[in-house]
């Protein structure tokens, strides 16, 4: 079993940045054994990959980060981090962490564990 606490998400202008946090634990996780992934969710739309960081620590990123996003991860604190750069009003979401064993999918229903989700608005 592996837990999932995001944190980092509010509301910020246009431009500005924010760094999401996910700590994972539990007694099987071990961050070079998982692949660590960040999702979205706007309303109304279906959730969306943002990227992830594979259990080589290979970095992945979806075409919509457009390299205003960079995902990094501290092995020795279980976290793996989201910064968001240049953030536009189309950026607001629910963000995800999510996790699974081995490697790096585009598939959100392949992965294991999700956290609760943080918030992210960007105000025009």
């Known amino acids: 079993q592996v837990q999932l606490e995001e944190s980092g998400g509010g509301f910020v202008q246009a431009g500005d940045s924010l760094r999401l946090s996910c700590a994972a634990s539990?007694?099987?996780?071990?961050?070079?054994?998982?692949?660590m992934s960040w999702f979205r969710q706007a309303p109304g739309k279906a959730r969306e990959l943002v990227g992830g960081i594979s259990r080589a620590g290979s970095l992945y990123y979806a075409d919509l980060v457009n390299g205003r996003f960079t995902i990094s991860r501290d092995n020795a604190k279980n976290t793996v981090y989201l910064q968001m750069n240049s953030l536009k009003p189309e950026d607001t979401a629910v963000y995800y962490c999510?996790?699974?064993?081995?490697?790096?999918?585009?598939?959100?229903?392949?992965?294991?564990?999700w956290g609760q989700g943080t918030q992210v608005t960007v105000s025009s």
């Open positions: 539990g007694p099987t996780f071990s961050p070079d054994s998982y692949t």
């Open positions: 999510a996790v699974r064993p081995g490697y790096y999918s585009v598939h959100d229903s392949s992965y294991s564990y």
